[in-house]
């Protein structure tokens, strides 16, 4: 099956290394998410990678993580993860735990914050690192001592009524 997107897709990429045992959120923009618009003809994932690699060295890894649909444009989320070396001089803070943003069973989270697409997408990147072969072998010890703590979650409104109170 093929589906068409018309109207913009925006990127939001996270930049990520594993520094000392810890995740840090990096990039042009710190650790806001950097914000590129995908233009027609082009595959969303091949200009953030274009768009990345031109601009950062120690590029490992390049995947998407979740989509939404936010502002008029559907925001596909990237995780970018990168050499600790290749942090220099951009700033960078810690990842943080926060809990996951919460859906209906037919309808989207209310409001997604940016650590919570975060959070999403290190849960994610953790699952590739023990499912995937490529990322698996990409990510070496220290990532997946990192990545130890984040677990894939259910859907949990399928779960129990209150399960979306737990964080």
Known sequence: MHVDVEGPVTAEVFTLACRADR??????CGAAPWLIESGPGEHPVDTVRRIVEGVLDGVLLVHSTSWRYERGAVVLSFV????????????????VRVGLARS????????????????????????????DEVVRTTLDDTWHQALADYVPEPFRQLDTPNAGDRT
Do not use: C, F
């Not at 995740?23 to 042009?28: K, S």
């Not at 989207?108 to 953790?126: F, K, N, S, T, Y």
């Open 23 to 28: 995740l840090v959120l990096t990039g042009p």
């Open 80 to 95: 970018v993860v990168i050499e600790p070396a290749a942090i220099g001089a951009m700033d960078a803070a810690p990842v």
């Open 104 to 131: 209906s069973s037919h309808a989207p989270p209310d409001a997604i914050g940016h650590l919570q697409v975060v959070e999403h997408g290190v849960r994610h990147l953790a699952w590739l690192a023990k499912e």
